[in-house]
C-alpha cells in the first residue's frame, strides 16, 4: 500500500533552517508529483510547491521562493523540504502529499504523509 | 493571480439536514477543482475531484456541482460523523499555483 512516512517534529530557534524527510512507499517513487502543504496551529492548508521526482523540476509558491527547497534521494525514494531563515509565523505541520494519477501534474492529491510539525521558538 | 474563497467560513446544522458550501474562483479554473474533508488532529481527506466526480469509498451522500468560477459541495443527509473542516483545492498550475480555500467549519447543531 502507499504510505508517505515524514521525519519527526523539530523545534528550531528564528533564522535557522529545517529539512523535513518524506520517504514513499508502494509505488514507483518516479511517477508522481509530490506537493508540500504547510498548516499552522488552528489554521487553513497553505500550499508550498511541487516536485517531480522523475526529473527534478520544481515550482515554488511565490510566498516561498527564495526561501524553499524541494530535493529527492530517489535511490531511497525519499523526498525533502528545506525551508531557510525560520519566523515564528512558520509554525506548522508540515506535509508532503502525493498527486493521485501517474505522471500528471493536474490532477488532486489523494495521499498524505502523517505531518512533521515545525515549531520556531526563542 | 487566481483567489479561492469559500461559503460560509463555518456553519451548524442539524442532523439530517442538507449543507451546502460554496467555493469560488476568482477566474476560471474549468473543472479543475477537488474537495477535501479535515477532521482534528487528522490529514485532509479527498472527497470530489473534476468538480463533481466521487472518489472511491465516499459515501453517496456527499457530491459536487459547478464548472469554470463557482463550484458547490452538497451533503444530502448531514450524519454526526460529517463533522469537520472542507477545503477546495484548486489544482491546475495557473497562477498562483495549487491553492487551498480558506475553508468551512460545519458542525452539528
Known amino acids: 500500500q502507499v504510505q508517505l512516512v515524514q521525519s519527526g517534529d523539530e523545534v528550531k530557534r528564528p533564522g535557522a533552517s529545517v529539512t523535513v524527510s518524506c520517504k514513499t512507499s508502494?509505488?514507483?517513487?518516479?511517477?508522481?508529483?509530490l506537493h508540500w502543504v504547510r498548516q499552522a496551529p488552528g489554521q487553513g492548508l497553505e500550499w508550498l510547491g511541487w516536485?517531480?521526482?522523475?526529473?527534478?523540476?520544481?515550482h515554488y509558491a511565490h510566498q516561498f521562493q527564495g526561501r524553499v527547497t524541494m530535493t529527492k534521494n530517489t535511490s531511497i525514494s525519499t523526498a525533502y523540504l528545506e525551508l531557510t531563515g525560520l519566523k515564528p509565523d512558520d509554525t506548522a505541520v508540515f506535509y508532503c502529499?502525493?498527486?493521485?494519477?501517474?505522471?500528471?501534474?493536474?490532477?488532486?492529491?489523494?495521499?498524505w504523509g502523517q505531518g512533521t510539525l515545525v515549531t520556531v521558538s526563542s | 493571480d487566481i483567489q479561492m474563497t469559500q461559503s460560509p467560513s463555518s456553519l451548524s446544522a442539524s442532523v439530517g439536514d442538507r449543507v451546502t458550501i460554496t467555493c469560488r474562483a476568482s477566474?476560471?479554473?474549468?473543472?479543475?477543482l477537488a474537495w477535501y474533508q479535515q477532521k482534528p488532529g487528522k490529514v485532509p481527506k479527498l472527497l470530489i475531484y473534476s468538480a463533481s466526480t466521487l472518489q472511491s469509498g465516499v459515501p453517496s451522500r456527499f457530491s459536487g456541482s459547478g464548472s469554470g468560477t463557482d463550484f458547490t459541495l452538497t451533503i444530502s443527509s448531514l450524519q454526526p460523523e460529517d463533522v469537520a473542516t472542507y477545503y477546495c483545492?484548486?489544482?491546475?498550475?495557473?497562477?498562483?499555483?495549487?491553492?487551498f480555500g480558506p475553508g468551512t467549519k460545519l458542525e452539528i447543531k
Open positions: 508502494g509505488y514507483t517513487f518516479t511517477d508522481y508529483y
Open positions: 483545492h484548486k489544482y491546475n498550475g495557473a497562477p498562483p499555483g495549487y491553492i
Open positions: 477566474q476560471g479554473i474549468r473543472n479543475y
Open positions: 502529499a502525493r498527486v493521485g494519477a501517474a505522471l500528471l501534474l493536474e490532477w488532486p492529491i489523494d495521499y
Open positions: 516536485m517531480n521526482p522523475k526529473t527534478r523540476a520544481t
